[in-house]
């Protein structure tokens, strides 16, 4: 166990079962062949825990569970708005445990607790969110086919044809480390809401807070079998994606990762939800203000370390405007503070994160991301890109404590279009600048990478920025004279990616549509009415 007493407290947390077996079948388990694997805290690099390792033979259990929980039927033969009912109370448990879950979610990604209380919180509500949707689905159950008119838009009067939304069966959920509860929760409530049986895989880099979602199902009467949780690293996420069992694949993570999952799905055409990366642009015309925009800017690329799908990690500046903006950008930079403690991080006061600004640094979630990170900087420096501030490692007086995976936070100026820092999702405090002159500049820049996931358009000009938000190719624009909701997600509102950054939508009654499959029966002879009468008779 390591000194601080911080971590100390978590580790106390992580003695509890359920982040120490797997679950399967409504039971915690070991793992088949017995063997563990280490967390470690980004913030000092000491050992935090050591997770059971499910292997391809463990997936093979949980799948066989979900599979006997699927054919037995008593789940899918539910009302949603009955699944509903006992998925609000895992969703309850989140919020009646929300300090242990956010202590621990600091300490597994290094997230300020301030921010990892928030985003716990986030989690909670969107879980009753989806809970809210278990009637409107119901709703949909049986209605009568209209097309909406045309002509021959309404089937024949002779024959009585409905549609229903039917759950899609057994299916995986691979998730992500830098929310891990609320990318995880995202496709629990829905998949099992919508009447499916599934099985989690968290990620291997941080994912203790999502087993506690197996003691949260088990609280809350879940049927044994309907939801597994296998920890483990990317070869139990290959087995989930190949099992031929699995019907359905949802997926938050890397571009790359997520080719291969539809890779794996392709030959037995299953299907695939991808939520992938991103390398969101923020636009500022030079009519913005400038404390706004530095703001903007901070924000968009440090929230989380840099580490969020959609980090504003490009910036597009008006050439009239990048002198004083990058000005004050590195003054302000160059006096964050470092947090050397994520998981007693509670407030500096002078700047909060829920108003918009990104007052701490925090450390990058694990040894191979910090290496990952620096490679790029090493081959930008290599390549004469030009470092308007940050670049390194802070050593450890300026941190506060030693060992953690701290980089500081880093401008790129003058980028090439074609550079990698400009291309690729680097995945860390890392902001790379071009400049524009016109409108069509500003769109051509934003919209130059494969990714599409979110971007941003500044301007004080409403028009200007509706025109410039309209033609940039991302899943969730934001346009703003001040950066308000900058990140911000509402779980009524479907994001998703153009390009690389993903296939299909998530949230909103889009987001539930996404776990089911849309269905026709054509009653003919007898009618539905027929038939429910009979049934009740
Ligand atoms: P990753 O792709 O490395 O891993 C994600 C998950 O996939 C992990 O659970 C991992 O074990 C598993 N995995 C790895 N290889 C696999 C394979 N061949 N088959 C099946 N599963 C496999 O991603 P990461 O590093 O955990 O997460 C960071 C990435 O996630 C970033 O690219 C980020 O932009 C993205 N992300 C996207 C969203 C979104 O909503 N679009 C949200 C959060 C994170």
Known sequence: MSN?????????????????KLFIGGQFVDPID???????????????????????????????????????????????????????????????NLEMLAEIEAADVGKPYRQAAMVMGGAAGEGKYWCSLGKALDAEQDLPVNSGGGEGGVPPEEWDVVYRRDPIGVI????????????????????????????????????????????????????PG?????????????????????????????????????????????????ELGGKSALVIFDDTDLDKAVETTMKGFLTNGGQICTAHTRLVVQDSFKAPLLNKLKEELEKLPFCNDPITEKDRGDRAWEDGMTDVVQPIVCESQHKKVLRFLDEAKSAGVEFLTGGNVPDAKTVGNAGGYFIQPTVLVNVERDAD??????????????????EQEAVLEANSTAFG?????????????????????????????????????HPAVSRGGFGCSGVGRELGIGGLHEYTELKSINYTGFTLKDAKMKRTS
Not at 70 to 82: C, K, L, P, Q, V
Not at 202 to 221: N, R, V, W, Y
Not at 456 to 464: G, L
């Open 4 to 20: 601080m007493k911080s971590l100390k407290k978590v580790q106390t947390y992580l003695l509890a079962e359920c982040f120490n």
């Open 34 to 96: 017995g063997e563990k694997f280490p967390t470690y805290y980004p913030a000092t690099g000491e050992l935090l825990h050591e997770l059971p390792k499910g292997k391809a033979n463990d997936v093979e259990e949980a799948v066989a569970s979900a599979e006997n929980a699927w054919t037995e039927g008593t789940w899918a033969g539910m009302s949603a708005a009955d699944r509903a009912e006992i998925v609000f109370k895992m969703a309850q448990g989140i919020e009646d």
């Open 172 to 223: 995986g959920l691979i998730s992500a480390w830098n929310y891990p509860m609320n990318v995880a929760f995202r496709k629990v409530a829905p998949a099992l809401v919508a009447g499916n049986c599934a099985i989690l895989k968290p990620s291997e880099i941080a994912g203790l807070t999502c087993m506690f979602i197996g003691k949260l199902a088990k609280d809350a009467g879940i049927p």
């Open 226 to 274: 309907v939801l597994n949780i296998v920890t483990g690293d990317r070869d139990a996420g290959a087995a989930l994606a190949n099992s031929p069992s699995i019907s359905m694949i949802s997926f938050t993570g890397s571009s790359l990762t997520g080719s291969k999952i539809m890779e794996a799905c392709a030959p037995k055409l299953s299907q695939v939800a991808l």
């Open 421 to 438: 820092v400009w291309q690729k999702e680097v995945f860390g405090p890392v902001l790379s600048v071009r400049t524009f002159s016109t």
């Open 453 to 489: 996931l979110a971007s941003t358009v500044m301007s004080s000009d409403p028009a200007k920025a509706m025109r410039v938000a309209n033609r940039i190719r991302a899943g969730a624009v934001y346009a703003t004279s001040n950066g308000e909701g900058l990140l911000a997600e």
